[in-house]
Nanobody
Framework: QVQVEESGGGLVQAGGSSRLSCTTP????????MGWFRQAPGKEREFVAA????????YYADSVKGRFSISRDSAKNTVYLQMKGLKPEDTAAYYC????????????WGQGTQVTVSS
């Protein structure tokens, strides 16, 4: 049973935009904060953005502030990561996560979706 399912990503030109989606069942969406991490080849997985279960609070890594935006749609049990002004250094596998403490604790991981930004 897939608990956290990502979609979106692919190949994007530098300066372009892309949107990632993450869908979860009710028992996860209604009880956990959610967000995104990414991992580039040869690097450690890093935090990108998070949104509280209520949607009242959002958190961003400094490297994506002003370019990425996280949101959640309760009618669809889906969290979105809107990415604009993409840079080659944004190239990574992006993982959706559900957890607490601003995703300091992650209880569920998605399988990841690749975003490649060409220069």
């Amino acid at each position: 049973q897939v608990q956290v399912e990502e979609s979106g990503g692919g190949l994007v030109q530098a300066g372009g935009s892309s949107r990632l989606s993450c869908t979860t069942p009710d028992y996860i969406f209604n009880n956990y904060g959610m967000g995104w991490f990414r991992q580039a080849p040869g690097k450690e997985r890093e935090f990108v953005a998070a949104i509280s279960w209520s949607g009242d609070y959002t958190y961003y890594a400094d490297s994506v502030k002003g370019r990425f935006s996280i949101s959640r749609d309760s009618a669809k049990n889906t969290v979105y990561l809107q990415m604009k002004g993409l840079k080659p250094e944004d190239t990574a596998a992006y993982y959706c996560a559900a957890g607490s403490d601003g995703l300091g604790v992650v209880d569920y991981w998605g399988q990841g979706t690749q975003v490649t930004v060409s220069s």
